[in-house]
C-alpha cells in the first residue's frame, strides 16, 4: 500500500530534550517537505527536499533540521525544542514539488513543556 | 514569496445548500492551486486542483474556478452534505515550485 508513514504520532517532551521524528514513504518520490499545522494558521512549510541530499529552508524553518540520506526517508529534528515548537507536524511527499498531489502522513502531535 | 489568503475562517451551511471559499494570490507567476480535505483528526487529502491554462474544473459536487487577472480561485460545494464538515485549505504553487497553504475554512453542514 503507497503510503507516507511517521514516528511518533504523539510525543510530550520537556524542553531542550533533543528529539526526532520520523518520515518515511515507499513511493519512490522525489519530493518531501515538512509543515507544522497550528490554529489559525494552516499548514506552514518547515524545510523541504527535492532529491537525496538536497533540502531547502521553508517558511519557518528556525529551530529545526533535516537531513534526507535516502530516498525514501526525511526525518525531523528539534536539536533543543522550546514550548512555541508544540504543534501538529506533518509530513508529505510528491512527485516532483509543489505542482503534484502532496501525500501527507499521519501527523505527529508534539507538546513541549 | 507567495502569499495565500483564505476566507471565510469558518462556514456554516445547511444540508443541501452550496458552500463558496475564496483564496487569493500574490505571486502572478504561480500556476497550481489545489484543494485539500482535512477531516477531524485526520490527515490532508487532495480533493480537486486546477492549472492555470483552464478557468474551471468540476468533479460531481464540487468545483473551482480560476481568475488569473485578478489572482484568486475558490471552491464550491453544491448540495453539502454532512460528511462535507472539514477544514479545507487551498494552495498556491509558485514559479520556485513552493505550495503554500491558505489559513484553512473550517465548514460546518447542519442537518
Known amino acids: 500500500e503507497a503510503q507516507v508513514t511517521q514516528n511518533p504520532r504523539y510525543l510530550i517532551t520537556v524542553t531542550g530534550k533533543k528529539l526526532t521524528v520520523t518520515c518515511s514513504q515507499n513511493?519512490?518520490?522525489?519530493?518531501m517537505s515538512w509543515y507544522r499545522q497550528d490554529p489559525g494558521l494552516g499548514l506552514r512549510q518547515i524545510y523541504y527536499?527535492?532529491?537525496?541530499?538536497?533540502?531547502d529552508k521553508g517558511d519557518v524553518p528556525e529551530g529545526y533540521k533535516v537531513s534526507r540520506k535516502e530516498k525514501r526517508n526525511f526525518p525531523l529534528i528539534l536539536e533543543s525544542p522550546s514550548p512555541n515548537q508544540t504543534s501538529l507536524y506533518f509530513c508529505?511527499?510528491?512527485?516532483?514539488?509543489?505542482?503534484?498531489?502532496?501525500?501527507f502522513g499521519p501527523g505527529t502531535r508534539l507538546t513541549v513543556t | 514569496g507567495e502569499n495565500v489568503e483564505q476566507h471565510p475562517s469558518t462556514l456554516s451551511v445547511q444540508e443541501g445548500d452550496s458552500a463558496v471559499i475564496k483564496c487569493t494570490y500574490s505571486?502572478?507567476?504561480?500556476?497550481?492551486f489545489p484543494w485539500y480535505k482535512q477531516e477531524l483528526g485526520k490527515r490532508p487529502q487532495l480533493i480537486i486542483d486546477?492549472?492555470?491554462?483552464?478557468g474551471e474544473k468540476k468533479d460531481q459536487r464540487i468545483a473551482v474556478t480560476l481568475n488569473k487577472t485578478a489572482k484568486h480561485f475558490s471552491l464550491h460545494i453544491t448540495e453539502t452534505q454532512p460528511e462535507d464538515s472539514a477544514v479545507y485549505f487551498c494552495?498556491?504553487?509558485?514559479?520556485?515550485?513552493?505550495?503554500?497553504f491558505g489559513g484553512g475554512t473550517r465548514l460546518m453542514v447542519k442537518p
Open positions: 505571486d502572478s507567476a504561480s500556476n497550481y
Open positions: 486546477i492549472r492555470s491554462n483552464v
Open positions: 508529505a511527499s510528491s512527485l516532483n514539488g509543489g505542482a503534484y498531489e502532496q501525500y
Open positions: 527536499s527535492m532529491n537525496v541530499e538536497v533540502t
Open positions: 494552495a498556491s504553487r509558485d514559479a520556485g515550485n513552493m505550495l503554500t
Open positions: 513511493m519512490n518520490h522525489e519530493y
